[in-house]
């Protein structure tokens, strides 16, 4: 709850500091993602998402921009459970939805060319999962108890800006 405060607060400060220098730029994003649960026995595991939310970048110079954001971003995959139990083999595909906060520095190499660099954290709202490939319980809704609230990354793209459009 703490780590969630500061980062807020951080992405407001990154946000209001550029008011009085007026080369603070707000814009909103939006896209699609591929995700899934990557261990040494999965296939085929790929969920396609969804992302989109708010973006605040502050021009500190010709050359260097911070940029934070925050976005709801639907990540998941497919689980594959085998109940000793039952002998029985089956699926979950997860859907889990996030709230994101990246923050990144923005390096202009080219005139509207920038590299981005940066972390991210992400606070866990969702954690359904559907059972597929099931013999008996094809549907079932599941919830995820044990699942890690918090997520944490590295951040890296570049980005070109047109006409006062990112892409």
């Given at each position: 709850?703490k ?9 407001l ?7 009085a ?5 707000f814009?909103?994003?939006a ?5 899934g649960f ?9 969920n396609?998402?969804i ?10 110079n010709d ?9 709801y971003?639907r990540?998941?995959?497919l689980i ?8 029985e ?14 923050v990144q ?15 991210q954290?992400?606070?866990?709202l969702?954690t ?19 699942t ?17 459009i990112?892409?």
């Amino acid at each position: 709850m703490k780590c969630r405060f500061i980062l807020i607060l951080l992405f407001l400060a990154i946000s209001t500091s550029g008011f009085a220098q007026k080369n603070i730029h707000f814009g909103i994003k939006a896209g699609g993602n591929l995700s899934g649960f990557h261990t040494g026995k999965s296939i085929n595991t790929g969920n396609s998402g969804i992302n989109f939310g708010g973006v605040a970048e502050l021009e500190l110079n010709d050359l260097f921009s911070l940029q934070s954001e925050i976005i709801y971003n639907r990540k998941g995959g497919l689980i594959d459970v085998k109940d000793k139990s039952f002998s029985e083999f089956y699926s979950i595909e997860t859907d889990l939805d996030y709230i994101d906060i990246p923050v990144q520095a923005k390096i202009y190499f080219l005139k509207n060319v920038s590299l981005d660099l940066g972390a991210q954290v992400g606070f866990l709202l969702n954690t359904k999962g559907k059972i597929t490939n099931s013999q008996n319980n094809n549907g079932e809704e599941v919830e995820f108890k044990l699942t890690n609230t918090v997520d944490f990354g590295l951040n890296g793209v570049s980005s070109n800006k047109k006409n006062k459009i990112t892409i």
